[in-house]
């Protein structure tokens, strides 16, 4: 199995960068698939990027597509999620997510196996 911890989230002014990361330990961490996704309140958690266990494949939300990137570095055991132009709509949640085993990108929240406790990122205007 896999521990992830998610950082980097808090309050952040409109059309600020951010960037959320997430360190994992256990098992070998350049083995899993990774992904990202929120939830505001009230509502889902929905998916907002994805990124195959070689780094080599990427997924986005259309909603995200252009302002959020993922990136993996698997020397850290860590997986980051770059935020720019944030929009008071990006409040939410964000949870790392991981599953073990699998080569590409996985962007369903059922396919993910082991999840962060979340960071809450506050968007203000």
């Known amino acids: 199995q896999v521990q992830l911890a998610e950082s980097g989230g808090g309050l952040v002014q409109a059309g600020g960068p951010l960037r959320l990361s997430c360190s994992a330990s256990?098992?070998?961490?350049?083995?899993?698939?990774m992904g990202w996704f929120r939830q505001a309140p009230g509502k889902e958690r929905e998916f907002v990027a994805g990124?195959?266990?070689?780094?080599?494949?990427?997924d986005y939300a259309d909603s995200v597509k252009g302002r959020f990137f993922i990136v993996r570095d698997n020397a850290k055991n860590t997986v980051y999620l770059q935020i720019n132009s944030l929009k008071p709509e990006d409040t939410a949640v964000y949870y790392c997510?991981?599953?073990?085993?699998?080569?590409?990108?996985?962007?369903?929240?059922?396919?993910?196996?082991?999840w962060g406790q979340g960071t809450q990122v506050t968007v203000s205007s």
């Open positions: 990124i195959s266990w070689g780094g080599t494949s990427t």
């Open positions: 997510a991981a599953t073990y085993g699998l080569g590409h990108v996985l962007s369903h929240e059922y396919e993910y196996d082991y």
């Open positions: 256990g098992r070998t961490f350049n083995r899993y698939a």
